[in-house]
C-alpha cells in the first residue's frame, strides 16, 4: 500500500487508540493534559511535572530533537476497575506506539483511584515516561 491510501490507513489509525487501550479494559484513559489539569483541579501541584516537561524540551532540542510528543497523543490510565491493579513503569503493554503516534502510560501505584495515592512518586515517573516516550517520537520522525 502506497499514496493516498497508505496516508488514509495511518490517519485512521491514529484517530482510534482503542486498539490499544482495549489491552487494558479494566482501566480509564485520560489524555495527559486533560488528567493533570483533574489533579490540579483535586489539589494535586503539578508543577514538578511541567517544569521538568519544560527542562527536557531545552535538552532535547540540544540534540536536535525539537518537538515533544503532543499531550493529546498521550494516554494515562487509572481509575481501575481490577482489585490491586498496581501501574508505573513495570506495568506490562505500555509505551509509545509509532504507527498511533500514541503513548500508553499507566499511573504510578494503586490504580483503584482517579488520583494518585503518592502524587509526587506518580509525577515523576509520569514524567520519566513521557521524557522517554519524546526520544521515541523524536527519533521516528527523523
Do not use: K, N
Request: proline fraction near 6%; include cysteine; charge should be positive.
Amino acid at each position: 500500500m502506497t499514496g493516498a491510501r497508505a496516508l488514509a490507513a495511518l490517519e485512521a489509525m491514529r484517530a482510534d487508540a482503542s486498539p490499544i487501550t482495549d489491552r487494558h479494559p479494566d482501566h480509564v484513559f485520560f489524555r495527559l493534559g486533560e488528567l493533570l489539569r483533574i489533579w490540579e483541579e483535586l489539589g494535586v501541584e503539578t508543577a514538578p511535572f511541567r517544569a521538568g516537561v519544560e527542562l527536557a524540551g531545552r535538552r532535547y532540542a540540544g540534540y536536535g530533537l525539537t518537538r515533544m510528543l503532543p499531550l493529546d497523543r498521550v494516554l494515562v490510565g487509572c481509575d481501575s476497575s481490577r482489585a490491586g491493579a498496581f501501574g508505573g513503569f513495570h506495568h506490562p503493554d505500555q509505551g509509545y506506539r509509532h504507527f498511533q503516534m500514541v503513548a500508553v502510560i499507566t499511573m504510578y501505584g494503586p490504580m483503584g483511584s482517579r488520583v494518585p495515592e503518592t502524587p509526587s512518586l506518580a509525577l515523576l515517573d509520569l514524567l520519566r515516561a513521557y521524557a522517554h516516550d519524546c526520544l521515541h517520537y523524536g527519533s521516528r520522525r527523523r
